[in-house]
């Protein structure tokens, strides 16, 4: 079935590199994206990636995608406490599907330790 | 300025009684969808639609309707049916995917409703 997962929590020292870890089941995803969200708040999305890329960088973020392992990861480097969020992995499937197949992880929340 | 808009942002009910949370976005979005969320879960999808007066159930739907009269709105009704109302409401929406457009969904800032 298709399920996407990523460890609930994550710390990280000001200043250091924080990478959020996700993997996916669907080989046919096409899009596969990141969103954060702050307290209280809806989801904004970060940045996505299409399936036929393996990196996407994107000023502090860095977007690896392995897809023979199924495994997307986002690195926000020089973590700041700005950054202190949920951040949410999610896929989609089929070329011209709609957003309804878009499957969410669980989250992980991201705290920055001074 | 371009967004979407929930309302109410929290809202409390008594057991048994039906409630709407709003939902209204001005992108021209073809497509909207609700989402509910629960501590340390991701989001599950309650209902979408992808075109004026129609919708379908996403993975959540039973004590949940919807209506899509016009394009711009999308409500929704957590009727006495669902058994565990108490949650935080997403609305969302997007345009179709297609060559300009990579599918990804814009959110409004929630609804949380309490069951007292």
């Known amino acids: 079935g298709e399920d996407v997962e990523q460890s609930l929590f994550l710390s990280v020292r000001e200043g250091d590199s924080s990478v959020i870890n996700c993997t996916y089941t669907?080989?046919?995803?096409?899009?596969l994206y990141w969103y954060k969200q702050e307290p209280g708040a809806g989801l904004q999305l970060l940045t996505y990636?299409?399936?036929?890329?393996d990196m996407k960088q994107d000023q502090r973020l860095t977007v690896l995608l392995n897809k023979k392992d199924k495994h997307l990861s986002l690195r926000i480097a020089d973590t700041q406490t700005g950054d202190s969020a949920i951040y949410f992995c999610a896929e989609s499937m089929g070329l011209y599907s709609s957003a309804s197949k878009i499957i969410f992880g669980s989250g992980t929340r991201l705290s920055i330790r001074p | 300025d371009g967004g979407i808009t929930q309302s109410p942002k929290y809202l409390f009910r008594k057991e048994g009684q039906n409630v709407t949370l709003s939902c209204e976005q001005n992108l021209n979005h073809d497509a909207m969808y609700w989402y509910r969320q629960d501590p340390g879960q991701g989001l599950r999808l309650i209902y979408y639609?992808?075109?004026?007066?129609?919708?379908q159930k996403g993975d959540i739907a039973e004590g949940y309707s919807v209506s899509r009269e016009k394009k711009e709105s999308f409500p929704l009704t957590v009727t006495s049916a669902q058994k565990n109302p108490t949650a935080f409401y997403l609305c969302?929406?997007?345009?179709?995917?297609?060559?300009?457009?990579?599918?990804?969904?814009?959110f409004g800032e929630g609804s949380r409703l309490t069951v007292l």
């Open positions: 969302a929406s997007s345009s179709i995917r297609g060559d300009s457009s990579a599918g990804e969904l814009f």
């Open positions: 990636i299409f399936s036929n890329m």
């Open positions: 669907d080989s046919s995803s096409t899009y």
């Open positions: 639609s992808q075109i004026v007066n129609d919708f």
